[in-house]
């Protein structure tokens, strides 16, 4: 898989992950006054498309089913720039 590739799935991943959290969130009033980012597609997308040994797969996996929106922002950055890192080797 290209490094090409590989940003476009895991920009698809983050992208679907977002989408799924505004359904949630549409769905439960109660969830409106607590807005949290579901993880469950971007875990699903490291199990599929990241090897196993990979870092980013490592932390991706270990992050709690469900984040604060500004967590998830804070760490999209790192993410990505772990990404690269290992795209590069």
Do not use: Y
């Amino acid at each position: 898989m290209s490094k090409e590739e590989l940003h476009k799935l895991i920009r698809c991943a983050l992208r679907e992950t977002l989408e799924e959290s505004k359904k949630l969130e549409q769905e439960d009033s109660i969830s409106r006054r607590t807005f949290r980012v579901n993880m469950n597609k971007l875990k699903e997308f490291a199990i599929s498309n990241l090897p196993e040994g990979s870092r980013l797969r490592e932390i991706l996996l270990s992050e709690k089913d469900e984040v604060d929106p500004e967590e998830f922002i804070a760490k999209v950055g790192i993410w990505l720039k772990l990404l690269r890192m290992e795209s590069s080797l």
